[in-house]
């Protein structure tokens, strides 16, 4: 027995109806919907990804480290949150600049050589960072 609604394996596709939508077309139509705060935000969650992995921070690379590729991401994500701080609003903003932090510390733990004062990764754009008291 046949299914009546079944369409042959081997029969010619139907005819679409009107031209087919250009895909380029509908990613633009889908990022004109996304406000900039969500992509500027998910563009420096990219960065602050990457750079873990590179600091050797991720679960499954633990001994992964490449301090080279962790300062260009690190310097990346501190200019991204320079220029961007006053569309994100504090709101967003703080969260991102926590995650910085975090990184250049960690940055600053697993360098061997030391960086001059203001030198290190991203510190042209957040000033020099120095570990609170409690983490010393």
Do not use: W
Not at 5 to 15: D, R
Not at 93 to 105: E, H, I, K, V, Y
Request: negative net charge; charged residues 20%; without cysteine.
């Amino acid at each position: 027995m046949t299914d009546p609604g079944a369409t042959s394996q081997s029969g010619p596709t139907p005819p679409q109806s009107g031209p087919a939508p250009d895909p380029l077309s509908t990613v633009s139509h889908d990022i004109a919907d996304v406000p900039s705060v969500e992509i500027i935000s998910t563009a420096a969650l990219h960065l602050m990804s990457a750079a873990a992995v590179h600091l050797g921070l991720a679960e499954d690379l633990p001994d992964h480290k490449d301090l080279d590729e962790a300062r260009s991401l690190i310097d990346a994500l501190a200019g991204l949150l320079d220029a961007s701080a006053p569309s994100l609003g504090h709101h967003h903003a703080a969260p991102l600049r926590d995650g910085l932090r975090s990184l250049q510390l960690a940055f600053k733990e697993a360098s061997s050589i030391p960086d001059a004062p203001g030198q290190s990764p991203g510190e042209k754009y957040t000033g020099q960072v120095h570990p609170t008291a409690a983490s010393r």
